[in-house]
């Protein structure tokens, strides 16, 4: 289903388009990172930590850059409660919520299918 663009910079919105702006939003979702940072605030608002160590093998740098470019296209919320010391928590939004459908479905997918899935042989030297 395609809706007319609100940039202008064509009449509907079509992922395939160059310079349609839902490119962007594809492309964050189908970053390793965030799909896997969706998933794991499925279950609730949890702190930095909590992400890191559900995550593992991110990097702290990564998982900042992903939890702001997330926050940034209203995905998720971070909410920053006043103490010391300072207590932060990420939790998806509505949009971010409709969007872990999907992705979970996608999990689930490359779960069931991965012992399936082929892989080229490494080619010796």
């Given amino acids: 289903m395609t809706t007319t663009c609100p940039s202008g910079q064509h009449s509907h919105h079509d992922v395939y388009a160059a310079q349609c702006p839902c490119r962007a939003l594809l492309d964050l979702l189908a970053n390793k990172w965030s ?11 949890q702190r930095f930590g909590e992400l890191q160590r559900k995550l593992q093998g991110v990097s702290p740098k990564v ?10 296209f209203g995905i998720l919320d971070r ?19 409709s969007a872990a459908i999907p992705i979970n479905a996608l999990r689930s997918w ?16």
């Fill in 35 to 45: 799909a896997l940072a969706i998933g794991a605030l499925e279950d609730g608002p």
């Fill in 63 to 72: 998982l900042t850059q992903t939890l702001r470019r997330l926050e940034d």
């Fill in 79 to 97: 909410t920053v409660y006043p103490a010391v010391p300072l207590h932060v928590e990420y939790s998806l939004t509505p949009l971010g919520q």
């Fill in 110 to 125: 490359v779960e069931d299918n991965i012992d399936h899935a082929h892989r080229p042989e490494p080619v010796a030297p």
